[in-house]
């Protein structure tokens, strides 16, 4: 297993920009798929983006896409979520998963290392 802390989380006005990062400790090849989720109260856990182990394959939920970029600096273990065009509906607590496997997927069932979350709050 990996463990995984995020980090820049906030209050920003709509229409704004946040990049929330997470860095990874661990267990080598646990990271070669890593991805990001969101879960806002009384819903479920719902998939934002992912990306492979050399960024060179990333995949966006419709709801983000054109909007965040999801990428990685393997030097320093990192992944990033670049927010921008930020709405209201895009509040929640946002989490950083990773998983050894080779495809890059948005089945939360399939990451086995999950972060602790980090909130983000989008004001209208």
């Known amino acids: 297993q990996v463990q995984l802390v995020e980090s820049g989380g906030g209050l920003v006005q709509a229409g704004g920009s946040l990049r929330l990062s997470c860095a990874a400790s661990g267990r080598a090849g646990s990271t070669n798929v890593m991805g990001w989720f969101r879960q806002s109260p009384g819903k479920e856990r719902d998939f934002v983006a992912a990306?492979?182990?050399?960024?060179?394959?990333?995949y966006y939920a419709e709801t983000v896409k054109g909007r965040f970029t999801i990428s990685r600096d393997n030097a320093k273990n990192t992944v990033y979520l670049q927010m921008n065009s930020l709405k209201p509906e895009d509040t929640a607590v946002y989490y950083c998963?990773?998983?050894?496997?080779?495809?890059?997927?948005?089945?939360?069932?399939?990451?086995?290392?999950w972060g602790q979350g980090t909130q983000v709050t989008v004001s209208s």
């Open positions: 998963a990773a998983d050894g496997r080779s495809q890059v997927v948005s089945d939360s069932r399939s990451f086995g290392s």
């Open positions: 990306i492979n182990w050399n960024g060179g394959i990333t």
